[in-house]
């Protein structure tokens, strides 16, 4: 199992630490929105950062890429179809991260929908899918349609149901909240939802969930049963005929949901 720590950076973001299993001093770091809270947990550790993954162009993903490349001399891989911000490895659907000296190597996914060149890296039972999906929930769509968001959901569930989950956010007990709205009689979100705000009380993170959990939990990944299609149904006053449109019906849903 990998050794992966959050950081914390801006007011909910985590940048996902990966110590490598080849060379215990060394570090990969996923998403790097600011550089400073990187530095900071390199120094205490005595780390050395050698690479960077990055799932998606938005800045509070990107930041902190250029100045950290620059510092440590750290290799960059990222999406190929998005603007970055230093020069990169540029990556595609079915490439691999091979960093064979430092015992690593994640399968490239492409999962547009948030954006349109998002990818995620799974490897190690870990999967780091930016802001694709979330613990009970999932990201908006800044460019893609619904019909993409949910082949990207649907290709990340099908991966084993013992897949840690790296998102980037701290977006887990509103998410929950949200799907309690949505199926409230499903034991299994009432359950969660009072474990993740016990553990927000206390600032803990939430982080990762496990898929076979999400797929209990998480109404993005349950478009397609009966309970989930009545509610987006009841709320959007009309008859959602396919998965896609129970999806856009519950994304929008969410979008107002305070």
């Not at 990055?54 to 999406?79: C, I, M, Q, S, W």
């Not at 969660?192 to 990762?208: F, K, M, N």
């Not at 998480?218 to 005929?241: I, K, Q, W």
Request: net charge negative; glycine share 10%; aromatic share 6%.
């Amino acid at each position: 199992m990998l050794e992966v720590s959050p950081v914390r950076a801006f007011s909910d973001n985590y940048i996902w630490l990966i110590r490598a299993p080849g060379q215990p001093d060394a570090a990969v770091v996923v998403d790097p929105g600011q550089a400073r809270p990187v530095d900071e947990v390199l120094e205490e550790l005595g780390l050395r950062l050698l690479a960077i993954l990055v799932t998606h162009y938005h800045p509070d993903h990107v930041g902190g890429v250029a100045e950290l490349a620059a510092n440590h001399g750290a290799r960059v891989f990222g999406p190929a179809r998005e603007r970055l911000p230093c020069e990169a490895q540029l990556l595609d659907d079915g490439d691999h991260v091979r960093l064979a000296e430092l015992g690593l190597d994640f399968l490239v996914m492409a999962i547009p929908g948030h954006t349109l060149g998002h990818i995620a890296y799974y490897g190690h039972g870990a999967l780091f899918c930016g802001d694709t999906l979330f613990s009970g929930g999932c990201g908006r769509m800044f460019e893609g349609t619904p019909a993409q968001m949910l082949d990207s959901l649907d290709r990340i569930a099908a991966l084993p149901d013992e897949t840690r989950i790296y998102c980037a956010h701290e977006y887990t007990l509103g998410n929950l909240r949200f799907a309690a709205s949505v199926e409230p009689g499903n034991a299994d979100v009432i359950d969660a939802l009072e474990a993740t705000r016990a553990l927000r009380e206390r600032d803990a993170i939430t982080l990762p969930s496990e898929l076979g959990r999400e797929r209990g939990i998480n109404p993005f990944l349950r478009c397609r049963l009966p309970s989930v299609r009545s509610a987006a149904e009841a709320h959007a006053g009309r008859t959602l005929a396919q998965p896609s449109e129970v999806f856009a019906a519950v994304r929008s849903w969410k979008d107002g949901f305070r």
